[in-house]
């Protein structure tokens, strides 16, 4: 059974920074493409970054392209988003998805698998 679990988040000011980790198992990581999703309080979940099974390969959405970094670790089967320069608008519970496939992929419904998300507050 495929399980996601994510951690890091917080409470931090703008400006600041912080990174969120991702611990999968119950599936061959490696031929797993990665994403990172985000959730605010009334709106619908919006992509924020994703990643190829070999990490070769990543997109990010544009309010985050600059700040945000995704990356993965196969052998400790984790992924990463580094956040800096974080602004209020950043404010959000941030999933965790997996697919399987080795391209990566921006759409939601591409991800059969979910974390349970970990909160992001950034306060102005």
């Known amino acids: 059974q495929v399980q996601l679990v994510e951690s890091g988040g917080g409470l931090v000011q703008a400006g600041g920074s912080l990174r969120l980790s991702c611990a999968a198992s119950?599936?061959?990581?490696?031929?797993?493409?990665m994403a990172w999703f985000r959730q605010a309080p009334g709106k619908e979940r919006e992509f924020v970054a994703t990643i190829s099974w070999y990490g070769g390969s990543t997109f990010y959405a544009d309010p985050v392209k600059g700040r945000f970094t995704i990356s993965r670790d196969n052998g400790e089967m984790t992924v990463y988003l580094q956040m800096n320069t974080l602004k209020p608008e950043d404010t959000a519970v941030y999933y965790c998805?997996?697919?399987?496939?080795?391209?990566?992929?921006?759409?939601?419904?591409?991800?059969?698998?979910w974390g349970q998300g970990t909160q992001v507050t950034v306060s102005s």
């Open positions: 998805a997996a697919r399987a496939s080795v391209r990566p992929g921006q759409v939601t419904n591409e991800y059969p698998h």
């Open positions: 119950g599936l061959t990581f490696s031929r797993y493409a």
